[in-house]
């Protein structure tokens, strides 16, 4: 890892943190939460040992990327933003866009807002999910999952941060890094508890070392989680401000991988949009679908390595 090299870049009013190693097109890649830019770490090395400039930000409210205080800062429109400032800023007019879990959310809203900037689009873990004109989004996801949906939970400004504070950062991120619970990821009412993973065993997977998530453990401990919470508590706000893209179709390349384990593969419906011609409607340059067999939710850290492979295999054909 010494040889990535991090600045800081001033965009769209706030200090963006990068890291980026390598010569080359440029590979832009949107970490999801609980998250950093070091969730890249194994892909900016692969991909940067094959001739291309990786570039990995912690997105607005992570690590030492600006975290403003206001919830209404974290709309998509602000993060779109920033990504699109910080595309500017490195000088060219396109990038190759990849991206997992909120990171591949603000992907598919960057692909939406801005498709001249996108050359192609690798999408790990969260398809693109169309906006429904009749159904606010976590109005939606209460009404199939119910009130205890981590989505759900997570709305009431620092209620989830007193949570996690009882159970403590180092726990509250091994439990989500590790868990492989198929399904929605439902929280007991009032308490993390066990959280996503009730499964969770004193040793690290395989893919996971012990220093690796004491990094992410120092950076959150310093920020907390308020600034990742916000995203999900501007889901709805996104709603009623991207009214105006109802029924838009997604029309760059776009290649999407997801594990057989990810809870959002095995969530409600989705394996029938992803399948069923649905999401092809939606997005009908989607060339590809790969799902990982016994691979869970973080996959580019878990499969890393064929994770590399499915990238590169997709973007050096543009």
Not at 34 to 45: D, F, T
Not at 78 to 87: Q, S
Request: glycine share 10%; hydrophobic share 40%.
């Amino acid at each position: 890892m010494e040889d990535i090299e991090h600045r800081t870049i001033e965009v769209n009013g706030i200090n963006m943190h990068v890291a980026e190693k390598g010569q080359g097109p440029i590979v832009l890649f949107l970490h999801g939460f609980p998250e950093l830019w070091y969730s890249w770490r194994h892909q900016i090395l692969s991909l940067s040992s094959q001739g291309y400039h990786a570039v990995a930000p912690d997105l607005r409210g992570y690590g030492d990327t600006d975290a403003p205080p206001s919830v209404t800062s974290y709309t998509c429109f602000h993060i779109v933003g920033d990504i699109v400032a910080l595309i500017d800023s490195l000088g060219v007019d396109q990038v190759f866009l990849v991206a997992h879990d909120w990171g591949a959310i603000i992907g598919w809203y960057l692909c939406l807002f801005r498709p001249d900037k996108i050359k192609a689009y690798v999408c790990l873990s969260v398809p693109y999910l169309p906006r429904n004109p009749k159904v606010k989004t976590v109005d939606g996801m209460r009404a199939v999952y119910g009130d205890d949906y981590y989505i759900c939970r997570f709305q009431e400004p620092g209620k989830m941060e007193a949570e996690i504070a009882k159970v403590g950062v180092a726990n509250v991120l091994k439990n989500i890094l590790t868990t492989r619970k198929t399904g929605p990821p439902i929280l007991s009412k009032g308490e993390f508890g066990t959280g996503f993973n009730p499964d969770m065993t004193e040793t690290f997977p395989s893919w996971l070392k012990e220093d690796e998530l004491a990094y992410f453990v120092t950076k959150f401990e310093k920020t907390g989680f308020t600034g990742g919470l916000n995203y999900y508590r501007n889901l709805n706000l996104n709603w009623e401000l991207t009214g105006a893209w109802t029924g838009a179709q997604i029309k760059v390349p776009v290649k999407f991988i997801t594990g057989e384990l990810d809870m959002v593969y095995t969530s409600s419906r989705i394996k029938d949009y992803i399948h069923g011609g649905g999401f092809k409607e939606d997005v009908p340059n989607l060339e590809e679908v790969i799902v990982q067999k016994g691979v869970a939710h973080f996959n580019n850290q878990e499969a890393a390595e064929e994770i590399s492979n499915h990238i590169y295999d997709f973007i050096r054909k543009f």
